[in-house]
């Protein structure tokens, strides 16, 4: 059953990643990688203020929801379809169609506004994210290579799409594994790919797809925590949970700052995740701020959510570009918060 929540909380999650992208686009109190500094190393209330604006706007931990949402949804969506070849090859060509046709126009939006109208310029006191961008012009194979998902380097948040597209490869199959085993032997599986997540460092090769596959995978065998939840746990026990979750969820990259630790904060993450939306799935009950949900602005967001998510990068790119051409650079770097 379509679940109107669950819709807003991606609206929610994109919001939350496009305001974290303004956050990081200016050097702070010249940390020009505020976002790689943990609270108590900062250096400056400026530096303090944004780092702790990016607890509530958490880019990565908005990641995390999507995916997992995107195991719950799509499991639900193939439980209501037989189990046959048909059913695997409607889905897989719903996802191509789902995810591509609006990449296809967002990307091509974003070759021809860079190649007709972009120089690139070093701007002072910006971070080195942002300085990242658009550095060369866009060849005619990195242009094609980004059509196919291959590189995302023109794009900042295509990796996330390549990442469901290859999720989404294998979903059919993790779908059967998980419906046809008991409880315990998917907490099983389910292990073994927090495991590989945990080693995601050490591979060479398809790191970010070990790094995310168990939280595809609690996403799919979620509607067994659902049921539990609806059976033994109180109204009051799901408020507090609730509040709890999002605390964790929220904080976690903040306990677990640095690439070396980015699994822990992940696995943290991903389980807060599941119980938010877990509670929030479980229609009997309605939990405290859950109603923030149903405002008709978030509801409009939930349902804009992809195309909002795919063109909120390129569009914050050109407002930032613009501002610092205008923008002394003694301003940017006195009120970086303001202007971001």
Same mark, same amino acid.
Not at 217 to 244: D, S
Not at 279 to 298: N, Q
């Given at each position: ?155 900042? *948040? ?8 290859? %999720?989404?490869? &294998?979903?059919?199959?993790?779908? #059967?594994? =998980? !419906? @046809? ?49 609806? *059976? ?8 507090? %949970?609730?509040? &709890?979750?999002?605390?964790?969820? #929220?904080? =976690? !990259? @903040? ?68 501002? #610092? ?16």
């Amino acid at each position: 059953m379509f679940n109107t929540k669950l819709e807003s909380l991606r609206g929610i999650a994109a919001l939350m990643v496009a305001v974290s992208h303004c956050f990081i686009v200016l050097a702070v109190d010249h940390n020009k990688m505020i976002w790689n500094t943990s609270l108590l190393d900062t250096t400056g209330i400026q530096s303090f203020i944004t780092r702790l604006l990016l607890i509530p706007f958490n880019g990565g931990a908005a990641v995390t929801i999507f995916f997992v949402l995107s195991g719950y949804v799509l499991g639900m969506s193939l439980d209501r379809k037989p189990k046959n070849l048909l059913s695997i090859l409607s889905f897989y060509i719903k996802r191509v169609f789902r995810i591509y046709p609006a990449y296809i126009v967002c990307l091509t939006f974003i070759i021809f506004s860079i190649s007709l109208f972009h120089t690139y310029t070093g701007f002072a006191n910006t971070s080195v994210w942002f300085q990242a961008w658009y550095e060369t012009d866009i060849t005619l194979s990195n242009a094609m290579v980004n059509y196919t998902l291959l590189e995302t380097n023109l794009n900042q *948040v295509a990796w996330t799409l390549k990442v469901e597209l290859v %999720m989404s490869l &294998l979903f059919p199959f993790a779908y #059967l594994v =998980s !419906r @046809s085993v008991g409880v315990k032997m998917n907490f099983v599986f389910l292990f073994i790919l927090v495991l590989a997540s945990s080693m995601s460092g050490a591979i060479q090769y398809g790191n970010l797809y070990f790094l995310y596959g168990f939280v595809f995978y609690l996403g799919l065998i979620m509607p067994t925590l659902i049921k539990k939840l609806n *059976v033994y746990v109180e109204q009051n026990a799901c408020n507090t %949970m609730f509040i &709890l979750s999002i605390v964790c969820v #929220l904080c =976690s !990259r @903040s306990l677990f700052s640095g690439n070396s630790n980015l699994p822990s904060a992940i696995l943290i993450e991903a389980l807060f995740s599941s119980l938010i939306i877990a509670i929030l799935a479980d229609t009997t009950k309605t939990v405290f701020l859950s109603w923030v949900l149903d405002y008709a602005i978030v509801r409009k967001l939930g349902q804009l959510s992809y195309s909002f998510y795919i063109y909120h990068f390129i569009i914050l790119y050109w407002l930032a570009y613009g501002m #610092l051409l205008l923008v002394n650079p003694d301003i940017t770097a006195s009120f970086p918060i303001l202007l971001s």
